[in-house]
């Protein structure tokens, strides 16, 4: 009886500290911006508060250090004529990946000071867009745009040793016109063993598996749709079923009608917020960590949003111009973009 008490006292402790959490209200930010010559950034992955990984446009992939200001570099070309343009990277904690755009798709997989290209793929409409692990380290995902009817998805089981492309009959039919986009590595989520991808263009939708990419659902959003440059361009999820798409039209980049979407049962339905309200056009948005969904930011070349209840309504706090953020802690981010990195702490 005893240990049933104690159990229940610290269960209602844990839902007490949830419901009384107070997301902070911030009004201006200030990012320490580090120069980064001839490459554009869109794709990194957080090692601390001191430390990230990047993946750049010039073939480049190499850590960065501030306190140091040094960053081991790779330079990786393909047949000494191809610079490999990322866009993509993920780590499962013993390697990192790099994946480009483009055709030929190349994938490489870097550990212990070397690099090797593990995937080749040639087709005159490849082009892939971002790439996670899963949780357990062991499984891992990357899509890009149809090459047939169907988004190309890329899946690994063995922490990244292999990768298979998964065919179309086992994935649900994307409509002509319907792609992703390569913006910030942030259109793919992964939870547990449940993965979410966002589309844009003709259609903008989600695509759901809960069984690490094997099956799939498709879900429609009311985010802006139709034309090439419009639809979802970043996703997250706070829990299983609590999640913010972000986007808009990146040939309109001041309009904020129908950019900005929340789900509350894991993706299947969406509601419009913050719909003719700034922010506008973002290419990524990020919950802050440990802050139970509440606060997000989401970054563009339209500057840095933050919102602290959930997306419902957001304050513009830096016009700096980043294509994505990730967050190492509550407190601390960093970000890229053209030719620069960036590192914001919340104080």
């Not at 440990?290 to 997306?311: L, P």
Request: some cysteine; aromatic content about 12%; hydrophobic content about 35%.
């Amino acid at each position: 009886m005893k240990r049933i008490t104690v159990f229940i006292f610290a269960f209602l402790f844990f839902i007490s500290c949830k419901e009384n959490y107070q997301p902070r209200s911030i009004d201006k930010i200030t990012i320490q911006e580090f120069k980064m010559d001839s490459m554009s950034i869109r794709a990194i992955q957080v090692v601390n508060e001191n430390k990230v990984i990047y993946a750049a446009s010039n073939g480049e992939i190499g850590l960065f250090e501030d306190q140091k200001k040094s960053k081991p570099i790779y330079y990786l070309k393909y047949q000494d004529s191809i610079v490999p343009n990322f866009r993509s990277i993920a780590s499962n904690g013993n390697a990192i990946f790099a994946l480009t755009i483009g055709n030929p798709a190349l994938l490489f997989r870097v550990s212990n000071g070397e690099s090797d290209l593990i995937y080749i793929e040639k087709h005159k409409k490849i082009f892939y867009d971002s790439m996670k692990f899963f949780d357990d380290n062991l499984h891992g995902i990357a899509v890009g745009d149809p090459t047939e009817n169907c988004a190309s998805i890329l899946l690994t089981d063995d922490g990244g040793k292999t990768w298979n492309k998964l065919s179309c009959a086992n994935l649900p039919k994307i409509e002509e016109g319907e792609a992703f986009f390569a913006a910030s590595n942030t259109n793919i989520k992964t939870f547990g063993s449940t993965v979410w991808i966002a589309s844009g263009g003709k259609k903008a939708r989600i695509l759901k598996s809960t069984d690490y990419g094997n099956t799939w659902k498709i879900f429609d959003t009311p985010i802006i749709q139709g034309n090439g440059s419009q639809g979802i361009y970043s996703i997250d999820f706070a829990d299983e079923n609590n999640g913010i798409v972000i986007g808009g039209d990146y040939s309109n980049p001041k309009a904020n009608i129908a950019n900005k979407a929340i789900t509350k049962d894991g993706g299947k339905t969406w509601m419009l917020v913050a719909d003719g309200k700034n922010p506008n056009y973002k290419s990524c948005v990020q919950y802050v960590p440990k802050t139970n969904g509440k606060e997000a930011f989401a970054v563009g070349k339209t500057g840095i949003s933050f919102s602290n209840d959930g997306g419902i309504t957001w304050k513009q706090v830096a016009n700096d111009s980043y294509y994505t953020i990730q967050f190492v802690n509550r407190n601390t981010a960093w970000l890229s973009g053209n030719r620069k990195i960036g590192k914001l702490v919340l104080q």
